[in-house]
């Protein structure tokens, strides 16, 4: 069993961190030994902190340095022999340099050492000044998330209050205002049903009375009459001024359809100059005998004038299917009577 001497430095960053082993005192040359004596195994190299321990690396550095040790013990020296040995016949000189050798190796050493101790006090603080940095972060972040999380629970409370809120308002809508509103629906509902009622009965009066008062429904044949067979003049010149009015209103038509077609630039110019010249000579001519008619002795200009008697022979042709007899215009009585 070999003894030999070890140094096992424990650094700040422990376990996280492994340990720092040196051989004391030096050998010459080992594989796993440095020259400033600092142990190098498989073991430090892989380092874990959730499964390597101190224990584990004394065994691991007694199996490697109980299979090649790294130093090895001198014999003791006789104190007492009868017959003269090569040491005591060395020179002084020689342990004069043994020593001095010696003292330098231990020189060496203890500068290797300080090296060391100063190398693991530069580690030290930087792993303190990592550890700070850290801790701040942490600190920083924690605070941070503490923040959103304490106004992410302010907003969410808040919603939720204002969703119970809603809630007991439907609640109480729903036992108090909902019942009140469909009552008063459905008494509004009844109404318009007597309303839609009494309309309907009147709709069907006012459709047997139009079947009484239509002569095609009577006889029972289809009403073939036209607006010229229904109004019929009081005198011949009461009909040439209604066909004088209807010209007038067709070529004041033509007129406008003629100025459409020009401006599509569906005919030329020179025709539409043309056709205008001969339709306003016709219109001329229509108004003249219009206005000739209508000046009877002893009375002025008559209430409307061909204008009007045009919009009023329009209106007339599209009542093809109403009874003339219905007709009471104030304006109409002095030029037309029922069929």
Same mark, same amino acid.
């Given at each position: @069993?070999?003894?030999?001497?070890?140094?096992?430095? @424990?650094?700040?960053?422990?376990?996280?961190?492994?340990?720092?082993?040196?051989?004391?005192?030096?050998?010459? =040359?080992?594989?796993?030994?440095? =020259?400033?004596?600092? /142990?190098?195994?498989?073991?430090?190299?892989?380092?874990?902190?959730?499964?390597?321990?101190?224990?584990?690396?004394?065994? !691991?550095?007694?199996?490697?340095?109980?299979?090649?040790?790294?130093?090895?013990?001198?014999?003791?020296?006789?104190?007492?022999?009868?017959?003269?040995?090569?040491?005591?016949?060395?020179? !002084?000189?020689?342990?004069?340099?043994?020593?001095?050798?010696?003292?330098?190796?231990?020189?060496?050493?203890?500068?290797?050492?300080?090296?060391?101790?100063?190398?693991?006090?530069?580690?030290?603080?930087?792993?303190?000044?990592?550890?700070?940095?850290?801790?701040?972060?942490?600190?920083?972040?924690?605070?941070?998330?503490?923040?959103?999380?304490?106004?992410?629970?302010?907003?969410?409370?808040?919603?939720?209050?204002?969703?119970?809120?809603?809630?007991? =308002?439907?609640?109480?809508? !729903?036992?108090?205002?909902?019942?009140?509103?469909?009552?008063?629906?459905?008494? /509004?509902?009844?109404?318009?049903?007597?309303?839609?009622?009494?309309?309907?009965?009147?709709?069907?009066?006012?459709?047997?009375?139009?079947?009484?008062?239509?002569?095609?429904?009577?006889?029972?044949?289809?009403?073939?009459?036209?607006?010229?067979?229904?109004?019929?003049?009081?005198?011949?010149?009461?009909?040439?001024?209604?066909?004088?009015?209807?010209?007038?209103?067709?070529?004041?038509?033509?007129?406008?359809?003629?100025?459409?077609?020009?401006?599509?630039?569906?005919?030329?110019?020179?025709?539409?100059?043309?056709?205008?010249?001969?339709?306003?000579?016709?219109?001329?001519?229509?108004?003249?005998?219009?206005?000739?008619?209508?000046?009877?002795?002893?009375?002025?200009?008559?209430?409307?004038?061909?204008?009007?008697?045009?919009?009023?022979?329009?209106?007339?042709?599209?009542?093809?299917? /109403?009874?003339?007899?219905?007709?009471?215009?104030?304006?109409?009585?002095?030029?037309?009577? !029922?069929?």
């Amino acid at each position: @069993i070999y003894q030999i001497p070890m140094d096992i430095f @424990i650094p700040p960053g422990y376990p996280i961190r492994p340990p720092i082993s040196f051989v004391r005192p030096i050998p010459e =040359r080992h594989p796993h030994v440095g =020259r400033d004596g600092m /142990v190098y195994l498989p073991y430090l190299h892989s380092w874990r902190p959730h499964s390597h321990k101190m224990t584990q690396l004394a065994v !691991s550095m007694s199996t490697v340095f109980g299979k090649d040790p790294p130093l090895f013990t001198k014999r003791p020296q006789p104190t007492e022999s009868a017959a003269p040995t090569p040491q005591r016949q060395a020179s !002084s000189s020689t342990l004069l340099q043994l020593q001095n050798a010696q003292r330098l190796k231990e020189a060496q050493l203890e500068k290797e050492a300080s090296e060391a101790n100063k190398a693991l006090e530069v580690a030290r603080k930087a792993e303190e000044r990592d550890t700070r940095i850290k801790t701040d972060l942490v600190s920083k972040l924690t605070a941070k998330l503490q923040s959103n999380l304490t106004s992410h629970l302010t907003r969410e409370r808040r919603e939720i209050l204002s969703a119970l809120e809603d809630q007991q =308002r439907l609640e109480l809508a !729903s036992q108090t205002i909902i019942p009140s509103q469909l009552e008063h629906l459905n008494s /509004v509902k009844d109404k318009l049903e007597e309303e839609t009622t009494k309309v309907d009965e009147a709709t069907e009066k006012l459709k047997n009375l139009l079947d009484q008062g239509n002569p095609a429904s009577t006889s029972g044949g289809a009403d073939k009459s036209t607006v010229d067979d229904r109004c019929v003049p009081q005198s011949p010149v009461m009909a040439q001024m209604l066909d004088l009015s209807a010209e007038n209103a067709s070529i004041t038509d033509a007129l406008y359809f003629l100025d459409k077609a020009l401006a599509q630039s569906t005919i030329p110019l020179d025709v539409h100059q043309k056709t205008v010249r001969k339709l306003a000579k016709r219109q001329f001519m229509v108004r003249a005998a219009f206005d000739q008619d209508t000046a009877t002795p002893g009375k002025g200009k008559p209430v409307f004038s061909g204008t009007a008697c045009m919009a009023k022979v329009r209106l007339l042709k599209t009542l093809k299917l /109403v009874d003339m007899s219905c007709l009471k215009w104030k304006h109409f009585n002095n030029y037309f009577v !029922s069929a």
